[in-house]
């Protein structure tokens, strides 16, 4: 594999980075994309998305039209964040669910009640159908982060979601000093009913041990093999604990996203597994040559995991399905820290696509802190190709 180009696309605007929201083909055949984008106005404080379309492969772009905008509401301000979608080439629908967060006095709650929201759009007619919360775990968050949905052979849709483990009294649990909650993994399974209509519940969560990852298990990423199973890959994480390893966390399901194996690291097929930062990743497979790929933050420059850090160097991996592991002899990497760039430089928040003219990999994301730790919001949004092999 190899880095063919590196773009900017957008700048930030008066200091509001570019935050991604979601990114996918909206035809069955021809080269037809949707992009959403948002803008950041404090860590994990999205709003303002908007859409942008292209006809011609990503080779021009409409301008942005608003789609989300947050809202002022008694106790706080109503905002929008990670909608994930998914492109039914059976029903020429895409399927989006999204996160609404109330912020009280506008500000990050970690232990507020996040609910989710479905909108459909019909590329067909250009229109969206009115949002509806899917109610799955009453009064409870359930939340979709750096989700990447699939569907599967049998006709299921799988988003991967998470929510934070409960305590006895029902109150999030934070491991002792953390100020972020420990969550667990799970999966909406989406299923078309008789009359058309997709009818949602919730898999069982992923077992979480939190003397292994202090922060529990989020942000995962699920892929399909070819005998049926489903791969799930977690975000871990060690920031309690930096002398202890970080890894992703690897599990499996036989049954549709339903039950979990006991995680475990993520493996190569070469030596021990590889530490990892605090960050999401992707699983994908090319449709042009079937090989199954993983996209995400590894440490293989000598620095290793503390909690969220390092976000850099990005890189891209072929998988070997059986056994399940990073082929290490295939890393290649998509972006990293360049000379002169603080250490807090991050390419983790992105968002891609497989070229379905030329097979390559064209990742979008912001680099965040790559001017200053400080200010590190004044930061651009990026594109990125690269072949597969």
Not at 236 to 242: E, F, I, L, T, V
Request: overall charge negative.
């Amino acid at each position: 594999m190899e880095l063919l180009a590196a773009e900017h696309f957008r700048t930030h605007v008066n200091g509001r980075p570019v935050v991604n929201g979601f990114l996918s083909y909206i035809h069955t055949r021809e080269p037809h994309l949707m992009l959403c984008t948002g803008y950041e106005d404090y860590s994990d404080g999205y709003d303002d998305f908007e859409l942008s379309l292209s006809r011609d492969n990503g080779h021009t772009w409409t301008a942005p039209k608003p789609w989300l905008r947050g809202r002022p509401v008694p106790g706080g301000r109503l905002r929008y964040a990670e909608p994930a979608a998914l492109f039914d080439e059976d029903t020429g629908k895409l399927i989006v669910l999204v996160d609404e967060n109330l912020y009280p006095d506008d500000k990050l709650d970690t232990d507020s009640t996040i609910k989710l929201i479905q909108t459909t759009y019909d590329p067909a007619t250009g229109q969206w159908t009115p949002r509806q919360h899917l109610d799955l775990t009453p009064g409870r968050y359930l939340a979709m982060s750096f989700s990447f949905p699939i569907k599967t052979s049998k006709g299921q849709l799988l988003f991967p979601a998470m929510r934070p483990l409960l305590d006895e009294k029902g109150k999030p649990v934070h491991y002792q000093g953390c100020w972020a909650t420990a969550d667990e993994s799970l999966t909406v399974i989406g299923e078309y009913a008789a009359d058309g209509e997709l009818r949602w519940q919730l898999g069982l969560p992923v077992p979480v041990d939190l003397e292994r990852s202090s922060r529990g298990l989020n942000e995962n990423t699920l892929a399909e093999l070819g005998d049926g199973r489903i791969a799930m890959i977690c975000r871990g994480d060690n920031s309690m604990y930096p002398e202890r390893p970080g890894y992703k966390w690897l599990s499996f399901s036989e049954d549709n996203a339903r039950t979990w194996s006991v995680p475990m690291p993520l493996p190569c097929d070469q030596g021990e597994p590889l530490e990892s930062s605090a960050t999401g990743s992707a699983l994908f497979r090319s449709p042009q040559t079937g090989k199954l790929y993983w996209l995400g933050n590894l440490c293989i420059q000598g620095e290793r995991p503390k909690g969220n850090y390092p976000r850099v160097p990005l890189v891209v991996a072929q998988v070997q399905e059986e056994p399940f592991a990073l082929k290490r002899d295939t890393i290649t990497v998509v972006g990293q820290r360049q000379f002169g760039e603080p250490a807090q430089v991050q390419m983790s928040n992105f968002r891609f696509y497989v070229d379905r003219e030329s097979g390559d990999l064209v990742v979008f994301v912001t680099r965040y802190a790559e001017r200053s730790a400080v200010d590190w919001m004044i930061a651009d949004y990026y594109r990125y190709r690269v072949v597969l092999t």
